[in-house]
């Protein structure tokens, strides 16, 4: 399976948007399916998670109320909607996969061995 990260661009505080994370040469069933961000000059960091067979979802408190991430009934497509964007959701994000990904582990980066090219998401004042 490989992922193809897209939808970010350049935006105003305040507006939404909807990432994707599309897997070709295979479907997500049976994966866990992660976004992660990473910001200029910080470390990248977990922003949401979802179970593809359970669809449970898992967020970081810092975004919990702005993002939702979310699947496709196609089996190949994780969304991750993004309201009420602020300057500091300025950053590089990344969708990344893995089977069998235990509960405590889906915040962590090295949960996942399938990570996506990352697509830039600029938010401005």
């Known amino acids: 399976v490989q992922l193809q990260a897209s939808g970010g661009g350049l935006v105003q505080a305040g507006d939404s948007l909807r990432l994707s994370c599309v897997a070709s040469?295979?479907?997500?069933?049976?994966?866990?399916v992660a976004w992660f961000r990473q910001a200029p000059g910080k470390e990248r960091m977990f922003v949401a998670a979802?179970?593809?067979?359970?669809?449970?979802?898992y967020y970081t408190d810092s975004m919990k109320d702005r993002v939702t991430i979310s699947r496709d009934g196609a089996e190949n497509t994780v969304y991750l909607q993004m309201n009420s964007l602020r300057p500091e959701d300025t950053a590089v994000y990344y969708c990344?996969?893995?089977?069998?990904?235990?509960?405590?582990?889906?915040?962590?980066?090295?949960?996942?061995?399938?990570w996506g090219q990352g697509t830039l998401v600029t938010v401005s004042s």
């Open positions: 040469g295979g479907t997500f069933r049976g994966y866990s």
């Open positions: 990344a996969s893995s089977r069998s990904v235990i509960q405590s582990n889906l915040r962590a980066q090295s949960a996942y061995g399938i």
């Open positions: 979802i179970k593809w067979n359970s669809r449970h979802t």
